[in-house]
Nanobody
């Protein structure tokens, strides 16, 4: 049974930073791609960033240069460092393990002055 638990969301002013964490159990990062998605009100869920088992990363164009995905295989935790946040980054952020079709419960990120 895969369990993904996100944390680190909150309210931040435009231009600020947050770091999201996703603690995983029942899955080994050394064999699995992990990803962060987000869903804003009234919009479809979209891919934000992904990291392969080997550490290769990919990003949505809207977050390139601002967000960084990383992982700690020993801690079975994946991170999303978000800098230069914009109001349009406001959404619920979800951790996802595609091969196991597993999702976390989500963590709210609100960017507002």
């Amino acid at each position: 049974q895969v369990q993904l638990v996100e944390s680190g969301g909150g309210l931040v002013q435009p231009g600020g930073s947050l770091r999201l964490s996703c603690a995983a159990s029942g899955i080994l990062f050394t064999f699995n791609t992990m990803a962060w998605y987000r869903q804003a009100p009234g919009k479809e869920r979209e891919l934000v960033a992904g990291i392969s088992s080997g550490g290769s990363t990919n990003y949505a164009d809207s977050v390139k240069g601002r967000f960084t995905i990383s992982k700690d295989n020993a801690k079975n935790t994946v991170y999303l460092q978000m800098n230069s946040l914009k109001p349009e980054d406001t959404a619920v952020y979800y951790c996802h393990a595609p091969r196991r079709n597993s999702w976390g419960q989500g963590t709210q990120v609100t960017v507002s002055s």
